[in-house]
């Protein structure tokens, strides 16, 4: 996991090796962004799909977004 609060971003591309065996999940997240009542946080998820798969990756975003109704 790493946080990038400085700077907002659509696309990431994280650091892997192919040659090493490289299958930990990584999650980064951007700047938090307010636009009216609403919070947006760019998340950038990448995993081995040998490991977990989209719906893994689904409901971690699907709990985010059910905590930020708690704000």
């Known amino acids: 996991y790493s946080a990038l609060p ?3 971003f659509s696309d990431m591309k ?3 090796s192919i ?3 490289d299958s930990v999940p990584k999650i980064s997240t951007g700047k938090l962004i307010q636009e ?3 919070y947006n ?3 950038s998820i990448s995993a081995h ?3 977990t798969d989209g719906r893994d990756a689904a409901l971690l975003i699907q709990k985010m977004i059910d905590a930020q109704s708690l704000l």
């Open 36 to 38: 009216k009542k609403k």
């Open 41 to 43: 946080l760019p998340i």
């Open 14 to 16: 994280h650091a892997d």
């Open 19 to 21: 040659r090493t065996g």
């Open 6 to 8: 400085w700077f907002a």
């Open 49 to 51: 799909h040998g490991l």
